[in-house]
């Protein structure tokens, strides 16, 4: 099965590494695909969080991209045309903050849908 996650983060990099952490605990006890596409629209930039999020994760695939904000949904649809991204390829789509926690049996439990 493969999952896209596009996440959202707007100055958020502590929540950022909270919500990494959640999914990297829950991704490893299932076998899932997991694409993680995070836009970061963040007016300060921190180089060092960054550099720790695009390489946080060996249990699944981090994609960033930095923009300007555009809004919510209109920076998912910019990194979706700009990047020819194609969503067919995925059985699962996640809209996420980064300010939330995946429990630890949501792609376990995603597997029985």
Do not use: D, M
């Given at each position: 099965m493969k999952v896209a996650i596009f996440s959202v983060c707007h100055?958020?990099?502590n929540e950022s590494f909270k919500f990494l952490e959640s999914v990297d605990r829950s991704i490893r006890y299932s076998n899932i695909w997991l694409d993680l596409y995070f836009i970061d629209n963040?007016?300060?930039e921190c180089k060092e969080s960054i550099e720790k999020i695009k390489t946080y994760s060996s249990n699944f695939n981090i994609f960033y991209f930095k923009i300007n904000n555009l809004g919510y949904f209109p920076s998912i649809n910019f990194i979706?045309?700009?990047n020819?991204?194609?969503l067919e390829e995925y059985q699962y789509l996640?809209?996420?903050n980064v300010d939330l926690s995946i429990s630890k049996s949501f792609f376990k439990n995603l597997l029985l849908i």
């Open positions: 100055n958020s990099y963040s007016s300060n979706l045309e700009k020819n991204i194609s996640c809209i996420t």
